[in-house]
Nanobody, 123 residues
Framework: QVQLVESGGGLVQAGGSLRLSCAAS????????MGWFRQSPGKEREFVAA???????SYADSVKDRFTISRDNAKNTLYLQMNSLKPEDTAVYYC?????????????????WGRGTQVTVSS
């Protein structure tokens, strides 16, 4: 089973930027779609962004035009560039690997999950 390890979280002021990374342990990384999700205290885990095996992307409306998902298959690494951060972006961010090649916003389509990285945006 692939292991996913997120990094890059931290504390940032509103309007600032962070870049999250997710390192995958297996070379099969390139065969599947990947996604980013987030969860705030007391809320359900929600979709943020996804990328297909071929690079097609999709975003939640709340992050569109601010966040960019990308992948480097040679490095088995997924990224999430987050700009113009808002306090409501504060959450634990999770990297996930889909069981399919196409990107999806449904949690049920993702089979492997990282442990998450905390992002805190101060006002």
């Amino acid at each position: 089973q692939v292991q996913l390890v997120e990094s890059g979280g931290g504390l940032v002021q509103a309007g600032g930027s962070l870049r999250l990374s997710c390192a995958a342990s297996e070379r099969t990384f390139s065969r599947y779609a990947m996604g980013w999700f987030r969860q705030s205290p007391g809320k359900e885990r929600e979709f943020v962004a996804a990328i297909s095996w071929s690079g097609g992307t999709s975003y939640a409306d709340s992050v569109k035009d601010r966040f960019t998902i990308s992948r480097d298959n040679a490095k088995n690494t997924l990224y999430l560039q987050m700009n113009s951060l808002k306090p409501e972006d504060t959450a634990v961010y999770y990297c996930a690997q889909s069981g399919a090649t196409y990107s999806s916003s449904s949690l049920n389509d993702y089979k492997n999950w990282g442990r998450g990285t905390q992002v805190t945006v101060s006002s």
